[in-house]
């Protein structure tokens, strides 16, 4: 023991004061939330969720009227046209209105069948893409969309690009009865499995 040292004496408190060792444990915590974990802007501008919105719908405005203009079988996809004047709020509404009429096994009635014959139903698995522009609805431009962003773009060498395709889809729903938890799946904008979203991408169900 130096003569600096002082004597061990009982009582009386050795090492830092727990008050300090508190506020480093949780100085040290906070550090390691703000520098490991990304934020949650980062997982929105990579994921496909985005957040789950509540669109202020207008009860009366009119429904939207639609058209069928594109239908691929072998890929369980229908394009739908909308006119240009259609609000977001009339999409939301039309959405929901689809995916009610898919509860009530009454899809059938407005959409024709993409899975002819499956037990599960006319719309056991689907994609349903809704644009302004007939353009936009085309066959080829719609399996490029399908595909996905990742897709060679020799598939469908005529047929608008991806990226802008994309930023044109006004509404998107989602099929799929094979996935119990999450069968319907309905969306402003677009985004494609790899998370790649259109800039006005918003989850509604």
Known sequence: ???????????????????????????????????????????????????TVSVIE?????????????????????GLVVPPQATDSQIVALLKRLKQARLDGTLGEQLPSTTPGHTLGEHAIADIFIFSEKQ???????RTL?????????????????????????????????????PDRGSLGFADESGIHSKHYKRIF
């Open 58 to 78: 207008d009860p009366e405005a009119p429904s939207v009227m639609f058209k069928v203009q594109t239908t691929i079988q072998d890929m369980n996809t229908l």
């Open 136 to 142: 936009f609805a085309e066959a080829d431009t719609i």
């Open 146 to 182: 399908t595909r996905g962003a990742h897709a060679p773009g020799t598939l469908y060498p005529n047929a608008v690009p991806f990226e802008v395709a994309m930023e044109h889809i006004r509404g998107h729903y989602r099929i799929d009865l094979n996935d119990t938890s999450s």
């Open 1 to 51: 023991m130096t003569k600096n040292q002082e004597p061990y004496e009982e009582g009386k408190r050795a090492g830092a004061h727990p008050l300090l060792v508190g506020l480093g444990i949780l100085l040290g915590l906070w550090l390691f939330v703000a520098l490991i974990i990304p934020s949650s802007k980062n997982k929105q501008a990579t994921g496909t969720e985005g957040p």
